[in-house]
């Protein structure tokens, strides 16, 4: 909590260097002006740096942070959206469909949460139900049957828990898309841009190139919802966060995700252009380098990269 609160003064200060600056007559120097912006943006980026698994989730889940369709509209053209899965309905909160990207065709998937509260309780928060991942594993396999590179972009704190979602399938709609996606013979790349959440990510995340925004947070469960069954209190959510290694810093390490994508200072919800200008060109050097590969040797490269996670640790019989 001390650190939201420096949080505060820090960009309560910035705030306010910034309106003297803007004065027709400052009444401190322009030089002294320009000393105090560069300190407060040290001290801005020292704070955004060192910043916890914590802070960083509620970053990630920032209202104003770029969704999917935010980088569809500034890095891809012609997009189509498809809709429905064919067998129940639609899902509004997975996004399917066919657009380009730098002139070639490709295929992007991802969650919708909505800005406002209205838009979100229509969306369920981002949390698709099973409709919505049969949806995307049919513009998947639309991708696979004309060649086409897929792009998915992750942000869902989990799958829809809902009485209905699990009466139509959720756990095996879930199950399928992860085989699926695991056999699919084109390039995958997946950018982790929000919340990363359990199995309603996972879903649309089996890739050969899995990157995450600098600010974004990808994990089995929530922090809160780990603090709730380990420690029956989900006050510790900041404690479990730091247990659970779900930022981008500690995936990259554990070899989870293979790039970490800067956001511009102060988090991508400030500045919707300058994080599609950082994402652009690491989508492009991922989807180069999958396209140099054979499609074989593409499924065995993806095949390994998955069984490579995870460590395990096993007692020596005497």
Known sequence: MKRDARKDELEKLGREVERLRLLPRPEIPTQDLERLRTEVLQLRHEFYDHMGAWQRTLLARHPQRPYMMDY???????????????????????????????????AVIGQRKGRDTKQRVALNFGQAKPEG?????????????FERPVFTFVDTPGAYPGIDAEERGQAEAIARNLREMARLPVPIVVTITGEGGSGGALAIAVGDRVNMLENSVYSVISPEGCASILWRDSAKAE?????????????????????????????????????????DPVLDRSLRDLLAITPRALLEQRYEKFRRMGQFFESVRT
């Open 239 to 279: 404690m479990a966060a730091e247990a659970l290694k779900i930022t981008a810093r500690d995936l990259s390490q554990l070899g989870i995700i293979d790039e970490i994508v800067p956001e511009p200072e102060g988090g991508a919800h400030l500045d919707h252009e300058g994080s599609a200008a950082l994402l």
């Open 133 to 145: 991942y049969r949806k995307a594993l049919r513009v998947m396999h639309l991708a696979a049957k």
């Open 72 to 106: 569809v509209r500034l890095l891809f053209e012609d997009f189509h959206e498809l809709h429905g899965d064919r067998a129940y309905g639609d899902d509004p909160a997975m996004i399917a469909g066919f657009a380009k990207y730098h002139g070639r065709p490709v």
